[in-house]
């Protein structure tokens, strides 16, 4: 590599530019409307603490707006969605809300979604619907230009606003209406090749959950709609969960850490694939008994999930009723193989909320966290007070890092539990009896600890914790 | 500022981690379906531009899937204009696409729409429609949680999917049906506070249009279906443009360049209204004869426009009948002043390639092109040359630019012209005759100029071109 690196791209000019001013925030300039009550609406706590935390408002039944602690942190998992897909090779597009009926009656699959897909008519008439999933826009773009077997494989891939119809829409964003989601579709030669390409999603999805704190389990499930031979459901262990879930306790002591993948690597890919499924882990969906028995009985689970994901092989159940062909190596053409795969990126949220939790509101873990670190002013007005909080403000800011100010007039009461509620995992508290002594007070919002220091080593701290993560 | 920010940030790790390994591509795992064939079903430039270099494909009249090359330019302005926003203190929400009929309905623009608003029924017979704009949802969220004028000012804006049915969808993305849209909006106590709002407006769109590599004129319009007193349309002029445009010439030599702007100082945003406003420049649905004669015959022109902005005030034409009302200084309720202002995302990059192409395709702008530099290889399968360019390519990468290496097996002739017709501002070509006397060629997409210079200057080369703007 050349040895050119530091030329001009001094690290603070680029961060700065990165994270342009107004992307960190005073909280007396920002809108985070939290609620001092419990709204009666929520039934479960992610519910309640989004609501309370002013991070969602509900605009119809299953409907949200995301307030603007809400989208940040939207934005954060959609971007960890975004690195750990291109890090598998996947290639992001984006297709449109609104999709022809045509294709999906080339599917068959127009009268099979039944009342979950909304439908409606444009003004000339012609039908329309809502994508509640995208596998024959998909095909047709594929059929469409792809012709040869030597522009595979293939793994085209959006995160987009989706729509299904609940008759009964309740949990706040876990069960909404109007939802975010990933989709991606691989295309293949053949079986051996789509395996491949299953195991390579297995594999990202794993990193991808891990580094938003969570533990989301694969678990073989039932096709439902989109049909096929293989699937595995990742689901997070929460008694809100929707699926009753049976597992051999074994499977919780895996972790996927910081490995070095090559998604290429096809036995590297199938052995990770084996160390996590090959454990009974089953969705009631699929459970077997007399498997499940076979477990010692220690280690025998009864628990309830939310699904965060699924993957599928479905072979040629798309690409022969749609024609996406190619031409193989003997010059004959051949339906492709493919499976689909997606995340729920808006539901991820309140998976994160049950999974990370106490009674005092969200703890975010480091990863998803909407902000990195909050600065809490105890004295509002005091001179030293507010310059060394603006002063731990710019540093953090200039290292990249976004910190929430609370330069609000309140007691420390009130800030104090508005930081608790809205979770940020650090806390640096600074007042003017601290400062007398040179320091303030860094908390963790998890265990609750907390430890005085200089300003400068607190911020030094904070930069360390995000090192390897922000 | 402390003196830490050396510490463990090494600039390369952490653009290696921001950029993760696949955001970078080989064009023989990406997905760039160009045409050969010019589309018959294009009419202007930009469209058949963008369907030839494969950013685009229509799934239905007006709705387009983009394509992965596509995708890229499109997050490219979204983030470019989220920077810009948060530059100006404007904050990020999101608003989902379905909305209730039972707001429009308040606002009374339920019945006013007419045919271009896309309506429908849930399962459960409830009115929706499918979002072209959204002063009512987000004055409801206003309505919700803000009572007093001390939380103001606001400015809430997203950057979301909207839909008209315009009777004759044309010109690819520039007058499509789906379309992504920022659309932003301000609370202010007072009619000068929200002229302020309108002001700065004004300004971050000057900024965010020229980082586009755009020339957009603000000039007086007329204010449709939004209503109200004030506003402007922010126009690229362009053969093909919809609107016809009166100006005085005098207003294309203004630049905005790199000012240094405090978006609460209202006499230098007014300064800069004033600068860009002042001179004579018009739509048709606004144009004043009488005025226009006024100007030095020399300096008059009638030309086409691209309308991609426009920035409302209407005061309290929402507020009232939505009762968003705040308790003033002295205690009693008055409605918010607001103004709504919107960039035309999807559409931007129509404006882009009419305002910057030549016979043989695109030519990107540096700052939104999708990728920094293409990296030609002349003789795939050559030992020295393949080396050169994977050198070049990972000293690329790990700067934190994203080149696009041509690792086909193709003729020369080929690659130059998939890499003139897709755009890209900069080309690195590597062969084995060069490289026996040590160097590249590094050309310029704008100028056709070539340089011969060793691989690591051109390496240093790019990154400094990048510097200001990557």
Redesign the interface.
Known sequence: ??D??????G??T??LK?H????VMRLS???L?VLKENPSEAQIVSHRLMLRA?MI?Q??AG??????M???V?RKLENIVH?E????????????????ADLWRESGRYDDYG??M???Q??HG?D?L?TPTAEE?VT??FR???SSYKDLP?T?YQIQ?K?R?E?RPRFGVMRG??FYMKDGYNFDLTKEDALHSYNRHLVSYLRTYERMGLQAIPMRADSGPIGGDDTHEFLVLADTGESEVFYDSAVTDLTFGDRDIDYDNREQCQAILEEFTSKYARTDETHDEVLFNKIPEERRRVARGIEVGQIFYFGTKYSEPLGATVQGPDGKPVPVHMGSHGIGVSRLIGAIIEASHDDKGIIWPEGVTPFHCGIVNLKQGDEEADAACA?IY??LT???LEPLYDDRNERAGGKFATMDLIGLPWRITVGPRGLKNGVVELTSRRTGESEELS??AA??KI??IY?DIA
Do not use: N
């Not at 342009?20 to 992307?23: E, F, N, Q, T």
């Open positions: 590599m050349y050119c690196p530091q030329r001009g791209f690290i603070i680029f961060l990165y342009p001013k107004g992307y300039r920002y809108f409307p002013g408002k605009a119809a409907i949200y707006s995301w307030l603007p809400g989208f940040k939207l690195e897909q291109a890090r598998a090779g996947h290639i992001a597009i984006q297709m449109p809300i609104l999709q022809s009342q979950e909304l439908r409606m444009d003004r012609r329309m809502f826009l047709d773009i469409g230009h792809v293939l085209l606003w729509f119809d008759i209406r109007e002063k710019k540093a200039a290292l990249g300003p400068e911020v030094i930069a360390e090192e």
